[in-house]
């Protein structure tokens, strides 16, 4: 089993664009067979996904020459632990999205079922390709293989939507542009494109301008991408107008593979060492406060549920953000080094992912966008609300949900790094969600829908329960219990062992 | 006039590459019309090209295909890689047109413009707020 798993991070990306090929073809002869194919796939995919996590953890990494070509010459993939547990999240989410998606997409794109899970694929082949990628510029072909069919898959809905897409579509454009030309300026110095060659290559110039000028397109091109303030005016239509599974993969993985790229040119193209030559981080922790402190107001002004997802996500990008800031001061297990960041990044999945999926239930169900029309809808869908408060009070750190442990460690990162005007953030930001979180939960559980008949006995009677489907109810439920499931586990230290391993491999070892 | 032509003639391609970036940013920016908007991108990503192909150039140097001719009498190649590289951007830069020409086309079924301010205007579906 050993080496045959030395095979799965190139089988993972061709088995994914293979199936998107076989969709196509196969929808044409029966369209029922694409929803099955795609998850068909995306079961093999997350399983290889654990096979290469436990090969990581107990081998070590693993090095793929795609055509035999030895590197730097040729196209090289590197797996190691930071790639393989954002591949085991990404590949989790995506099963659960493509599953909820059967009966979301009949329902909402009747007509064009067969091309979603097509273009579904393709999103996924791009999102694994970013992960596993050991080369940079197979990754910004891969960056741009994701965007692309993120942009189609928002505009599928039409309309309103296409309008999102259009902007996500310019302003995406730009940040790989500025990815491209990053890379450039790499390559202009070193001559070189693997990432671990450019590692060694790079140390003699890090005082160079082109450098220096490489590393802010990089960090500018990437922010695009991963939507940070104030770089994020594309988010909250492509969010708000996608269909819901998208939304969800949007917010809870395609900004987070981004976030990956970024800790990935960061810590393994550059190191450490660069790193603490720049007041960046610095900056970036200034940023990161300042998404989660406008991020949270603007979601409170919203009246659309998932606009205000949509802005909470900008917020949330924040925390990340202001993580990785941490990252490079904050030296003490269990919340130093990237700990927090990459937790929030799993953490942030669950919980977006919970609550877009749940939204869009509303959707499918009664075509419920605005947060006044909720009013009742405890009673009418018990089970999915109750899924979307789980989510929501574990965005507002409810403990022991994930979202409590992200928080924690976050504020206590940036006590030992002194810089308490992050922990009075952090606390704000809590405040500030519970506010805009308390609103929804309040309208849907305390206010009567209107023209409801005001005595008890017969208001009872006359609430019929409008649930959807199970294919649809159990993902929700399903994000909605590792909510808060992950949270004991964080606690309890058991994925830390992959956490530690990202550390000492970027020279961040902690002290116990 | 030394510093002139150092910094400025010595490097024309980095301020050619530069010019043309900025133009297709201005475009981007400015225009309101969107397929104007998609040229601008157009040109943007263009001025990219040039740079990474600028970069590939060597004084005298052939085209990069390696036979015992040019190993014998020592000629010097272009670098092949950066053209390699640019002919899989093209790649994308194409598909990233051809998405945003389908986009305008459905935009303009919908609502019978191509200016985005007509279209913000006539779009006010699902709570949407354009502040």
Redesign the interface.
């Known amino acids: 089993m050993s080496s045959a798993v030395q095979h799965f991070p190139v089988l993972v990306v061709v088995v994914s664009l293979l199936s998107a090929i076989t969709i196509f073809i196969a929808g044409w002869i029966n369209r029922k067979t694409a929803c099955y194919i795609s998850i068909a796939t995306l079961i093999g995919q997350f399983i290889g996904s654990l096979f290469i996590l436990h090969h990581v953890m107990t081998v070590g990494p693993i090095y793929y020459r795609l055509g035999g070509w030895a590197p730097p010459w040729g196209i090289e993939y590197v797996v190691d632990a930071l790639n393989a547990y954002v591949l085991v999240v990404l590949l989790f989410l995506g099963l659960i999205c493509a599953i909820y998606s059967k009966k979301n997409i009949e329902h909402e794109l009747p007509r064009k079922v067969v091309s979603f899970y097509t273009i579904y694929q393709l999103l996924i082949t791009g999102l694994c390709g970013i992960t596993v990628t050991g080369d940079i510029f197979n990754m910004y072909v891969f960056i741009e293989i994701t965007c692309l069919s993120a942009y189609a898959l928002i505009a599928s809905r039409g309309k309103i939507a296409l309008k999102a897409s259009f902007t996500y579509l310019v302003l995406g454009s730009i940040g790989a542009c500025f990815f491209l030309l990053g890379i450039g300026f790499l390559y202009a110095v070193t001559g070189s494109l693997n990432i671990r060659d450019l590692s060694l290559l790079l140390p003699p110039f890090y005082g160079n301008r082109v450098v220096l000028a490489a590393f802010v397109f990089f960090i500018v091109g990437l922010s695009i991408k991963m939507a940070l303030f104030p770089l994020h005016t594309w988010l909250p239509d492509a969010h708000a107008f996608a269909p819901a599974e998208i939304s969800a993969m949007l917010s809870g993985i395609i900004i987070e593979v981004s976030t990956y790229a970024f800790i990935r040119v960061a810590f393994s193209v550059f190191t450490p060492r660069f790193l603490r030559l720049l007041p960046i981080f610095d900056i970036l922790c200034w940023l990161g406060a300042v998404a989660i402190i406008i991020g949270s107001i603007l979601a409170i002004t919203q009246v659309n549920l998932k606009r205000m997802l949509a802005y909470s996500s900008v917020a949330n990008m924040g925390y990340i953000v202001l993580a990785l800031g941490l990252s490079i001061s904050a030296r003490t297990a269990p919340w130093g080094g990237l700990n927090p960041a990459l937790m929030h990044i799993l953490n942030h999945a669950l919980m977006k992912g919970c609550l877009f999926l749940a939204a869009g239930a509303f959707i499918y169900k009664a075509d419920l966008w605005y947060i006044k029309d909720f009013q009742g809808l405890g009673k009418k869908m018990p089970y999915t609300c109750a899924a979307f408060v789980i989510a929501a009070i574990s965005m507002i750190g409810v403990p022991p949900s994930v979202g409590f442990v992200s928080k924690l460690y976050i504020i206590l990162a940036s006590i030992e790094a002194r810089k308490f005007f992050f922990v009075a953030v952090m606390l704000l930001s809590s405040l500030l969600n519970l506010v805009y979180f308390w609103r929804v939960i309040e309208t849907m559980y305390m206010k009567r829908a209107e023209g409801e008949n005001h005595s008890r006995a017969s208001h009872e009677a006359h609430v019929h329960r409008e649930e959807v489907p199970l294919g649809m109810l159990l993902p929700i439920w399903v994000l909605a219990s590792l909510c808060i499931i992950m949270g004991i586990l964080w606690l309890a230290n058991v994925p830390t062992p992959i956490l530690n391993q990202v550390n000492s491999m970027f020279g961040l070892d902690m002290r116990p | 006039m030394e510093w002139f032509i150092a910094k400025i003639f010595a490097k024309y391609n980095y301020w050619v590459f530069i010019l043309l970036m900025m133009i297709g940013?201005y475009g981007?920016v400015a225009k309101d019309n969107?397929i104007k908007?998609i040229i601008g991108?157009n040109i943007?990503?263009t001025a990219?090209f040039l740079?990474?192909i600028s970069?590939g150039a060597v004084k005298g140097g052939t085209a990069p295909i390696v036979n015992e001719e040019i190993i014998r009498k020592g000629y010097v190649y272009a670098n092949p890689?950066?053209h390699v590289?640019i002919l899989?951007?093209i790649v994308?830069s194409v598909?990233?047109t051809a998405?945003?020409l389908s986009?305008?086309i459905?935009?303009h079924q919908?609502y019978g413009t191509i200016e985005e301010s007509e279209?913000?205007e006539k779009?006010s579906?699902?709570?949407?707020?354009w502040t």
């Open positions: 940013f981007i969107l908007k991108l943007f990503q990219i740079y990474f970069l890689l950066p590289l899989t951007a994308v598909a990233t998405v945003a986009l305008v459905r935009m919908e279209i913000i779009s579906d699902k709570g949407r707020t």
